[in-house]
């Protein structure tokens, strides 16, 4: 029995004795504490967290000698050796020096520093998502120089660099932790409505440029990607809550609110779950410019008014009244006269809305680099999108659902991705068929026809009016038993069409597209780093097209297409590390397509005795394949049908068209688009001429899509002069078979080789407008540069300011009929001043933005974007104790409303209240 007693009483002992302890203080290079610094053991879950003072206490049953890591929001990490249990530490961080020392990975697939990068790529991290002054971590990225963002509603935002933008902007792509947040249907990203919880990103990076060597076909314009917070590294409950206003001159002051959690837990060495969640509710900017787009300055008098935000009017015909009427020539005259549509107000609530849920599951079942990931996402949203019309996406939902194996030198993952429709609609279509609700366009304009006859007539009353007063008083009769907002009446037809998913009935578009990638890549640097570090991988994806008709034209069933890509790099250094060589190749198939090669090579050399000049110069080619839209489309709009070029889509669908000025019908397939048309622009000049010189008509037939190429050169240097961070890079682009729309008109009889019928057709209004999906023949080139200096001043006040130059030219001549839809301010001035320390716990941040006029061409409305200038501004608070920040901030503090894409609604002010517990 003492036997066994002195047995228990020793291993007793010995457990005790295992237990080490480690106490320290983490302070910064002034000597001051850094509270809420995390002190891990490398390679282990196990650590703590500094108090209000910087003192931390770490129990442990691991044995000495080990390693902790010590991090902390703007500081480089540190490390520090322990030896022996019950050993105090005195740990420094140093403050991160410069954004140039951040470690990116996009630029080569591999981690390295931004002062080494091969290619321009800018960095959000987590310090700049705390000093963010926008409303949204998302809206802050539009401080980063060469970045433009197009503001389509509170919830949408479309990032894009280098010219050639779009609010539906295929041309750039976003990855969330590996996985394309593109919408699969549309072809770009939704901004962040379905994107990422704020408290889980860790970085953000934007590759500016063509990037299609390394990440394939579409990275054209840019890349950017988001990395996620792994839950071995970020353990415990962090949760926000923002709330406050939106101000409009037009909407009004309308509260929203933003919040959000995040919870994770690492079991073990092997084990770890996190989970994510939240919710932004808001009104949405309105969007109630009534410009008369059929003639600029114009106003509802103009018989053929089509107002900018009005929808329903687009239905217009050219009336010729003496031949209505049977009365002589030159009687009563002509005009092109449309319906009266209904103000886009009174066809949506303007509701703003973005849920997001996201859970992973990663798993190390050796406990060392090797991890099984598991990552689902689903989000829910509702906004304006602002396209070839105005479309409010309501209860829209994107999932996506991963699973990736990966260590420190390769991965494989794979993902699905899908999406619903919900109940979004069209406004364009809404305002059509709530008009053919009540009266048929047939109807319609008999009536009008009638009482325009009448009242210049003088019938009945024996007064002959004058143009102005008879179109008015015909429009008053033709609008007889007209729907009014607001009533029951109305109500019910709204609801009706907004849940029709029939074109010519309804405006509801149905989509439930789906997409399946997989993509690998191994890096071979441990095994040939004595020659050079060399990466191989590829890609493999799935579409498949599912509207039911309402996009594309799928109406016999889904549309599945295939696309594939292998690449490789190597990278080596030479002359003492201060030269490094990059070179990839990629080739990409599409289905419909030849394949294609992008290579890529970079030089960049560090210079100076510090090492702290850099240089580098690139050449790169890329691609973009067309968009699922440019194949398939098969979307009638009324004044214009858009019709993809696909080989297999020429004959998927016909289109109906009645003209009911003659009560004559023609009957469509795309096909004719691209082999029986006239160009839009030989058609305006024969009408110019009063009908009157056939020889001005043209054929247009443009040719079937094809890939688009860029061979993109840029130079760049990076560098530490005194105080000063500078950045600077200029680049020129060259296009080939640049991707465009081509408007063309086809005759009721789709001969267009008889140019006489043709005419007469025309002249009766027996033709149809389509939008074809083409190349240009035009030389497009486009060139810019950006220039960034950072520094401090006054001690610790943090100064930036960054400059943005971007033009582009082609050859008009070659091409008269090409849209370029450059969509890009020429110059813009970027600046932000801020002080994470004013003083003890207190900071600030202000951002000023400026950028230049520019003209917007889009499929929706072409126009001027005035130049605008926006203040932000936030201050904060900590609480160490507690572990918050408070935030108090404002976007466009100076309520100077603006607007990026014609046709969406005025950007006003968001003034919001935040409360952040462990971010």
Same mark, same amino acid.
């Given at each position: 029995?003492?036997?066994?007693?002195?047995?228990?009483?020793?291993?007793?002992?010995?457990?005790?004795?295992?237990?080490?302890?480690?106490?320290?203080?983490?302070?910064?290079?002034?000597?001051?504490?850094?509270?809420?610094?995390?002190?891990?053991?490398?390679?282990?879950?196990?650590?703590?967290?500094?108090?209000?003072?910087?003192?931390?206490?770490?129990?442990?049953?691991?044995?000495?000698?080990?390693?902790?890591?010590?991090?902390?929001?703007?500081?480089?990490?540190?490390?520090?050796?322990?030896?022996?249990?019950?050993?105090?530490?005195?740990?420094?961080?140093?403050?991160?020096?410069?954004?140039?020392?951040?470690?990116?990975?996009?630029?080569?697939?591999?981690?390295?520093?931004?002062?080494?990068?091969?290619?321009?790529?800018?960095?959000?991290?987590?310090?700049?998502?705390?000093?963010?002054?926008?409303?949204?971590?998302?809206?802050?990225?539009?401080?980063?120089?060469?970045?433009?963002?197009?503001?389509?509603?509170?919830?949408?935002? $479309?990032?894009?660099?280098?010219?050639?933008?779009?609010?539906?902007?295929?041309?750039?792509?976003?990855?969330?932790?590996?996985?394309?947040?593109?919408?699969?249907?549309?072809? &770009?990203?939704?901004?962040?409505?379905?994107?990422?919880?704020?408290?889980?990103?860790?970085?953000?990076?934007?590759?500016?440029?063509?990037?299609?060597?390394?990440?394939?076909?579409?990275?054209?314009?840019?890349?950017?990607?988001?990395? $996620?917070? $792994?839950?071995?590294?970020?353990?415990?409950?962090?949760?926000?809550?923002?709330?406050?206003?939106?101000?409009?001159?037009?909407?009004?002051?309308?509260?929203?609110?933003?919040?959000?959690?995040?919870?994770?837990?690492?079991?073990?060495?092997?084990?770890?779950?996190?989970?994510?969640?939240?919710?932004?509710?808001?009104?949405?900017?309105?969007?109630?410019?009534?410009?008369?787009?059929?003639?600029?300055?114009?106003?509802?008098?103009?018989?053929?008014?089509?107002?900018?935000?009005?929808?329903?009017?687009?239905?217009?015909?050219?009336?010729?009244?003496?031949?209505?009427?049977?009365?002589?020539?030159?009687?009563?005259?002509?005009?092109?006269?449309?319906?009266?549509?209904?103000?886009?107000?009174?066809?949506?609530?303007?509701?703003?809305?973005?849920?997001?849920?996201?859970?992973?599951?990663?798993?190390?079942?050796?406990?060392?680099?090797?991890?099984?990931?598991?990552?689902?996402?689903?989000?829910?949203?509702?906004?304006? &999108?602002?396209?070839?019309?105005?479309?409010?996406?309501?209860?829209?939902?994107?999932?996506?659902?991963?699973?990736?194996?990966?260590?420190?030198?390769?991965?494989?993952?794979?993902?699905?991705?899908?999406?619903?429709?919900?109940?979004?609609?069209?406004?364009?279509?809404?305002?059509?068929?709530?008009?053919?609700?009540?009266?048929?366009?047939?109807?319609?304009?008999?009536?009008?026809?009638?009482?325009?006859?009448?009242?210049?007539?003088?019938?009945?009353?024996?007064?002959?009016?004058?143009?102005?007063?008879?179109?008015?008083?015909?429009?008053?009769?033709?609008?007889?038993?007209?729907?009014?907002?607001?009533?029951?009446?109305?109500?019910?037809?709204?609801?009706?069409?907004?849940?029709?998913?029939?074109?010519?009935?309804?405006?509801?578009? *149905?989509?439930?597209?789906?997409?399946?990638?997989?993509?690998?890549?191994?890096?071979?640097?441990?095994?040939?780093?004595?020659?050079?570090?060399?990466?191989?991988?590829?890609?493999?994806?799935?579409?498949?097209?599912?509207?039911?008709?309402?996009?594309?034209?799928?109406?016999?069933?889904?549309?599945?297409?295939?696309?594939?890509?292998?690449?490789?790099?190597?990278?080596?250094?030479?002359?003492?590390?201060?030269?490094?060589?990059?070179?990839? *190749?990629?080739?990409?198939?599409?289905?419909?397509?030849?394949?294609?090669?992008?290579?890529?090579?970079?030089?960049?050399?560090?210079?100076?005795?510090?090492?702290?000049?850099?240089?580098?110069?690139?050449?790169?080619?890329?691609?973009?394949?067309?968009?699922?839209?440019?194949?398939?489309?098969?979307?009638?709009?009324?004044?214009?049908?858009?019709?993809?070029?696909?080989?297999?889509?020429?004959?998927?669908?016909?289109?109906?068209?009645?003209?009911?000025?003659?009560?004559?019908?023609?009957?469509?397939?795309?096909?004719?688009?691209?082999?029986?048309?006239?160009?839009?622009?030989?058609?305006?000049?024969?009408?110019?001429?009063?009908?009157?010189?056939?020889?001005?008509?043209?054929?247009?037939?443009?040719?079937?899509?094809?890939?688009?190429?860029?061979?993109?050169?840029?130079?760049?240097?990076?560098?530490?002069?005194?105080?000063?961070?500078?950045?600077? $890079?200029?680049?020129?682009?060259?296009?080939?078979?640049?991707?465009?729309?081509?408007?063309?008109?086809?005759?009721?009889?789709?001969?267009?080789?008889?140019?006489?019928?043709?005419?007469?057709?025309?002249?009766?209004?027996?033709?149809?407008?389509?939008?074809?999906?083409?190349?240009?023949?035009?030389?497009?080139?486009?060139?810019?540069?950006?220039?960034?200096?950072?520094?401090?001043?006054?001690?610790?006040?943090?100064?930036?300011?960054?400059?943005?130059?971007?033009?582009?030219?082609?050859?008009?001549?070659?091409?008269?009929?090409?849209?370029?839809?450059?969509?890009?301010?020429?110059?813009?001035?970027?600046?932000?001043?801020?002080?994470?320390?004013?003083?003890?716990?207190?900071?600030?941040?202000?951002?000023?933005?400026?950028?230049?006029?520019?003209?917007?061409?889009?499929?929706?409305?072409?126009?001027?974007?005035?130049?605008?200038?926006?203040?932000?501004?936030?201050?904060?608070?900590?609480?160490?104790?507690?572990?918050?920040?408070?935030?108090?901030?404002?976007?466009?503090?100076?309520?100077?409303?603006?607007?990026?894409?014609?046709?969406?609604?005025?950007?006003?002010?968001?003034?919001?209240?935040?409360?952040?517990?462990?971010?």
């Amino acid at each position: 029995m003492r036997t066994t007693l002195l047995l228990s009483m020793l291993m007793l002992v010995t457990v005790g004795f295992s237990q080490t302890t480690v106490n320290g203080k983490v302070v910064d290079q002034n000597d001051q504490p850094i509270p809420g610094a995390n002190v891990v053991i490398v390679n282990k879950t196990i650590g703590t967290v500094t108090d209000f003072d910087g003192f931390f206490t770490l129990e442990t049953s691991e044995v000495p000698p080990f390693q902790l890591r010590i991090t902390s929001l703007g500081y480089s990490d540190g490390s520090a050796n322990v030896a022996e249990n019950n050993e105090t530490l005195t740990i420094v961080l140093s403050e991160a020096q410069t954004f140039l020392d951040e470690v990116v990975i996009s630029a080569s697939r591999t981690p390295e520093r931004i002062f080494e990068s091969p290619v321009s790529v800018e960095r959000f991290g987590l310090k700049d998502i705390k000093n963010a002054s926008s409303a949204s971590f998302y809206g802050g990225l539009e401080n980063l120089k060469g970045v433009d963002i197009n503001t389509s509603s509170l919830t949408f935002q $479309s990032l894009n660099t280098r010219g050639f933008a779009a609010v539906d902007n295929s041309r750039f792509v976003q990855l969330v932790d590996g996985m394309d947040n593109s919408s699969p249907a549309l072809n &770009f990203a939704l901004g962040n409505l379905v994107g990422m919880n704020e408290l889980d990103v860790q970085s953000v990076e934007i590759l500016p440029g063509a990037s299609s060597a390394l990440y394939g076909a579409n990275a054209f314009n840019g890349i950017l990607f988001m990395r $996620s917070k $792994s839950p071995f590294d970020f353990q415990g409950i962090s949760v926000y809550g923002k709330t406050g206003f939106t101000s409009q001159e037009a909407a009004g002051d309308n509260s929203y609110y933003d919040i959000g959690i995040r919870v994770a837990h690492a079991f073990n060495d092997k084990f770890a779950v996190k989970a994510n969640f939240s919710i932004l509710e808001g009104t949405d900017w309105f969007a109630v410019n009534e410009e008369d787009l059929s003639i600029p300055g114009a106003d509802r008098s103009n018989p053929a008014y089509n107002g900018l935000n009005v929808f329903g009017d687009e239905v217009a015909i050219p009336i010729d009244f003496d031949a209505a009427t049977g009365f002589p020539s030159g009687t009563l005259g002509s005009a092109v006269v449309s319906r009266t549509g209904y103000a886009e107000q009174d066809l949506t609530d303007y509701g703003a809305q973005s849920v997001k849920f996201d859970g992973a599951l990663h798993y190390r079942p050796f406990g060392d680099d090797f991890e099984i990931i598991y990552n689902g996402r689903i989000g829910r949203g509702s906004t304006i &999108f602002h396209g070839a019309s105005r479309y409010y996406i309501d209860d829209f939902i994107l999932q996506q659902h991963k699973l990736e194996f990966k260590n420190n030198n390769f991965f494989l993952r794979g993902y699905i991705t899908s999406e619903n429709a919900g109940n979004s609609y069209d406004m364009r279509f809404t305002g059509i068929n709530i008009n053919n609700r009540w009266k048929s366009n047939t109807q319609w304009f008999g009536d009008y026809v009638a009482t325009f006859a009448g009242a210049k007539l003088g019938v009945g009353t024996g007064v002959l009016l004058d143009d102005e007063a008879a179109h008015a008083a015909a429009r008053q009769a033709a609008d007889t038993g007209r729907l009014v907002p607001g009533t029951p009446q109305f109500q019910n037809a709204f609801n009706a069409v907004i849940s029709d998913g029939d074109l010519a009935t309804g405006s509801r578009f *149905i989509d439930n597209t789906k997409l399946s990638h997989i993509d690998a890549n191994y890096n071979f640097s441990h095994l040939t780093k004595n020659f050079a570090d060399i990466q191989v991988g590829g890609s493999f994806r799935e579409y498949v097209l599912n509207s039911q008709g309402t996009i594309f034209t799928d109406l016999d069933g889904s549309i599945p297409y295939k696309e594939f890509g292998l690449y490789t790099q190597i990278q080596k250094q030479f002359l003492d590390e201060r030269l490094k060589f990059t070179g990839s *190749i990629r080739y990409d198939k599409n289905e419909f397509f030849d394949g294609f090669l992008s290579p890529r090579a970079s030089l960049a050399y560090t210079a100076g005795s510090k090492r702290n000049h850099n240089f580098r110069a690139s050449f790169q080619t890329g691609f973009r394949n067309p968009t699922t839209q440019d194949l398939f489309i098969g979307l009638d709009l009324g004044n214009v049908i858009l019709v993809g070029s696909a080989p297999d889509n020429l004959e998927k669908r016909t289109f109906s068209v009645t003209n009911n000025n003659t009560g004559n019908t023609g009957v469509f397939v795309p096909r004719n688009t691209y082999e029986n048309s006239f160009s839009k622009s030989s058609v305006n000049a024969f009408r110019a001429s009063n009908f009157a010189d056939t020889s001005l008509l043209e054929a247009g037939n443009p040719d079937p899509i094809t890939p688009e190429q860029i061979s993109a050169f840029e130079l760049g240097y990076r560098g530490q002069i005194g105080k000063f961070t500078i950045d600077l $890079s200029g680049y020129y682009n060259t296009f080939q078979d640049f991707i465009a729309t081509e408007r063309v008109i086809v005759t009721f009889s789709k001969d267009e080789t008889n140019l006489q019928a043709s005419a007469t057709e025309i002249r009766n209004g027996d033709s149809q407008e389509f939008q074809a999906y083409t190349n240009s023949t035009a030389n497009v080139n486009s060139y810019g540069a950006t220039l960034g200096v950072n520094t401090r001043i006054l001690g610790n006040f943090d100064l930036g300011v960054n400059y943005t130059f971007a033009d582009f030219d082609f050859d008009e001549a070659s091409d008269p009929d090409f849209r370029p839809g450059f969509n890009t301010p020429k110059h813009k001035v970027k600046a932000s001043f801020g002080n994470e320390e004013l003083f003890k716990n207190f900071g600030f941040n202000v951002n000023y933005r400026w950028s230049d006029a520019f003209f917007w061409q889009a499929s929706f409305a072409d126009g001027d974007v005035p130049a605008y200038t926006v203040l932000d501004a936030q201050i904060n608070y900590s609480i160490p104790k507690i572990k918050s920040v408070f935030k108090i901030g404002g976007s466009n503090l100076l309520a100077n409303e603006y607007f990026t894409a014609v046709g969406t609604g005025l950007v006003g002010s968001i003034y919001y209240l935040s409360w952040t517990i462990n971010p």
